[in-house]
């Protein structure tokens, strides 16, 4: 299943996400809201916001991928790590 705001409400774009096997779930442009969209859209806006606080991320310094991947991975251990000492 792929969440959407009304920016992608587009036929064009329903199409080729169930052309690719997925279930889209994508707001109409006009309708009241309430579709309950925004329930989960805020964590994965959320976790970017946490891995732009580590600045080597925010700004990709690295030409290689490698490397850029290997910060990424890093980063998501720390912020792992602090949510499990919060709930320890």
Avoid: N
Wanted: net charge positive.
């Amino acid at each position: 299943m792929v969440l959407g705001d009304r920016g992608y409400d587009h036929d064009k774009y329903r199409r080729l996400v169930w052309g690719l096997g997925i279930k889209p779930v994508i707001a109409r442009r006009g309708v009241p809201h309430g579709s309950g969209l925004g329930v989960h859209r805020w964590v994965v806006e959320r976790s970017i916001a946490w891995l732009h606080g580590f600045r080597r991320l925010r700004v990709r310094w690295e030409r290689r991928d490698d490397i850029h991947e290997a910060f990424l991975g890093l980063a998501t251990c720390l912020i792992t790590h602090r949510h499990v000492q919060r709930l320890c």
